[in-house]
Structures are given as C-alpha cells and as structure tokens.
C-alpha cells in the first residue's frame, strides 16, 4: 500500500473517530434548519426527484419557497467495501470546504466556476447542499467542453487537488456549460513536487488520463456501433489539442512556482508525447490504440477494487481480452503493459483477465442481489 495513501486513509478515519465536526458555510444559508435537512426522506413534499444510485450517499432534489436545492445525504453505511469509499463522504466534505476558500478568493475564483457552490455542509449530520444544477449528465463532446473539464481539473490540481472521479455521473452539462459537484474521490497534494495525490509512485494518473479514464473511452467504447473510428479520432484529435495547450500552461504555472525538475519534466514529456501523435494521422491511431488499452485496464481495475462492477465493465474486459489476443505485441512495444501486466507473456495475461472476467461477473451478480 502506498505510504501517502495510507497516511490520508489514516488521518481520515482518525478524524471520523475523533467525533469531531466539519462545517462548512453559514446555518443562514440553509432554508431549513440542517437538523430537519438530515432527517427529510424520500417521502417529504419537498422532494422533487431523487438518485438513490449512490453507494456513499442519497441525493435529493429539493423545491423550497420557489428555489431548488441538491441534499446530499451521508448513508449511514457506504456500500463501497473499502476505506477509500467508506471515507467519501467525508472526503466530500472537506474538498467542499477547500472550494469555500477558494471560490471566495479573487486570486482563485474564477477558475472555479464550474465547480458547484456549496451552500452548507456538516459532517456529522451527514448533509451537504448545493443549489440545483440544471441540465444533464455529459453525454456528447467538443473542444468546448474538453476545454472546462481539463482546466477545472488543471486549475484543482495548482490549487492541490487531485480528482481522480470524472466519470460520466459525475459531469453535467447545462446548455454548453460543464459543472462538477462530486468530490468523493478528490485528494490533496502538493503540486509543486508531487505527480498526484498518490505521491510519486504513479505518475501515470492525472487530469487528462483520469478524464480518459473514467469517462472518454467508456463512453466511445458504449457507442462503438455508432461512432465510427475516424470520429472517433477525431475527437481524440480535439481532446489532446485541447490537453497539449492546458498542460503547456500548467508548466508555465509549475515553472513560476519554483516546481521540482522531476515534476516539470514529467509535464513537459507529456505534452511532447501528444504533440507527436497530433503530427500524423498515423502517429493518433498509434497513441488512441495504446491510451484506449491504458484506461479500459485501469478502470476495470477501479471497479474490481470497488467490487462496483457493470455491464460496462464486461464490456472493458472483453476489449482488453481482444486486444491481447490480436496486438499484444503492440501493446507490449508501445508501454501498455504496465504494473501486475508488466512483463507477462500473452498467455499468462489472457489467463489473469480471464479471472478478473469471472470475479467481475460474480461482483455483478452480488450487486443484482443486494438490490
Ligand atoms: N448540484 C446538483 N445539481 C443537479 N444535479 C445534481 C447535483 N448534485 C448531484 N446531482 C445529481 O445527482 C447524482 C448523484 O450525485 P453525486 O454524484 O454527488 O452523488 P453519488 O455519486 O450518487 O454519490 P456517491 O458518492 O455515493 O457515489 C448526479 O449524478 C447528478 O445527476
Ligand atoms: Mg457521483
């Protein structure tokens, strides 16, 4: 385990143990008083619409006096069986006291104005509002939208924070507008001399490829019989032209602050690699076919760890068992193959994904029964 992550797991159940409190925002701002928002249920008239998907939390669309409010209401047990999961909650609450300070410093603000305003929170009552958020989740991109979701992501990261979560719940859209109010999974670090909130062991993971990650290639990958590959190319094309540009001016940003050299490098080796692949045509199929690989074996990873399997995650595995079966050589040259997958034969890989294949059909099957 991850000396850093362990740290922060620890300090986290620490403070859940310690009874203290975490508050954020002012009582005055809340148009009931927080004890009644914590004990409103599905039942009450005020409730408009819920999303009880959630496996830390219940979130409650709420109609008072004329204005709508989001209630995010702590479970009082998360269904995510680890302590990453157990903690979100938590997390949240604390991330959203981070964005208070932020989003009210001038120096700051603006380049938060996709992420939602916290109105209230309080730890103990297990109760976080925010105003209501029209629109829907994001489900279509453009250089536009590339460009809120990479800067917000870049901007948390100067201040600190790294979100490891951009998943398609995650992300809504209000008529061109991109919003992010989902901080269960967005972790403190130092910008200046670390890669992510993971330290320096796994430079792998940051704002582009956690987007890619957990959102992008999934949702190219659900719409494969619609989206053709040169669109699909293309969009790429429009992603990392986008990237390359925000990560220029976090390396402006990381050399202003005095940033470590291995940290600065690492930026700048990044922004090399994607400026190659946006020189050919033939040099993006290259770099799509490996990242593709890259972020449907990391996030079939996360939902094994999650024991949050879904179809989608079937779907993962199947791809990534297609792919070892016809370009393993590829993947293995291009540096695909990386952590438990480093240095495998093909057959020892087919046979460790044949495992997680049947371990994820099992967590699906649990999940179905749980319901
Ligand atoms: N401020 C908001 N405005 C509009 N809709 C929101 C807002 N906050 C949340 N939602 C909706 O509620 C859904 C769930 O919210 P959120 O992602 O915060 O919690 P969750 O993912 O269910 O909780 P958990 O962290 O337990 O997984 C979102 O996918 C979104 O559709
Ligand atoms: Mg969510």
Same mark, same amino acid.
């Given at each position: ?218 949702? +190219?990958? =659900? ?8 669109? *699909? #190319? ?5 992603? &990392? !032209? ?81 792919? +070892?079966? =016809? ?8 540096? *695909? #193959? ?5 240095? &495998? !034969? ?26």
């Amino acid at each position: 385990m991850n000396a850093r992550v362990h740290a922060r797991q620890q300090a986290q159940l620490a403070f859940d143990a310690s009874g203290q409190n975490l508050i954020v925002g002012e009582r005055s701002q809340c148009p009931l008083a927080p004890e009644v928002l914590a004990a409103l249920t599905a039942e009450s008239p005020l409730v408009v619409q819920q999303f009880g998907g959630g496996l830390t939390a219940r979130v409650f669309r709420l109609a008072i006096n004329g204005r709508e409010y989001t209630l995010k209401q702590k479970r009082a047990e998360a269904l995510v069986r680890n302590v990453d999961g157990q903690t979100s909650f938590l997390n949240e609450v604390q991330r959203r006291a981070d964005f208070a300070r932020l989003q009210a410093d001038p120096v700051w603000a603006e380049r938060f104005s996709h992420i939602v305003p916290t109105l209230y929170a309080d730890y103990r009552l297990g109760i976080i509002l925010s105003p209501w958020l029209p629109g829907a989740p994001l489900d279509r991109f453009d250089e536009a939208i590339f460009r809120q979701i990479l800067e917000t992501a870049v901007a948390c990261e100067e201040a600190g924070l790294m979100e490891w979560d951009l998943c398609p719940g995650n992300i809504l859209e209000d008529n061109g507008h991109i919003w992010l109010f989902d901080f269960g999974y967005m972790y403190p670090f130092d910008p200046l001399t670390e890669y992510n909130s993971n330290g320096l062991s796994d430079p792998l993971f940051h704002a582009c490829e956690r987007f890619e990650t957990r959102h992008f290639f999934g949702w +190219l990958l =659900q719409h494969e019989s619609a989206i053709p590959a040169p669109q *699909a #190319l293309a969009l790429f094309r429009s992603l &990392k !032209s986008v990237a390359v540009e925000v990560y220029q001016q976090k390396w402006h940003w990381l050399q202003q602050h005095a940033a470590s050299q291995p940290v600065c490098q690492w930026v700048s080796s990044q922004v090399a690699r994607w400026q190659h692949a946006l020189s050919s045509d033939t040099a993006l199929a290259e770099l799509f076919e490996l990242e593709n690989f890259r972020s449907q074996v990391l996030d079939i990873e996360d939902d094994l760890h999650g024991k949050s399997c879904t179809a989608l995650t079937l779907r993962r595995l199947a791809f990534v068992e297609r792919c +070892l079966q =016809q370009r393993f050589d590829v993947l293995a040259q291009g540096g *695909a #193959l990386f952590y438990d997958n480093a240095g &495998k !034969s093909q057959e020892q890989l087919l046979a460790s994904y044949h495992h997680k294949r049947a371990l994820a059909e099992q967590y699906l099957l649990s999940a179905a029964e749980r319901l």
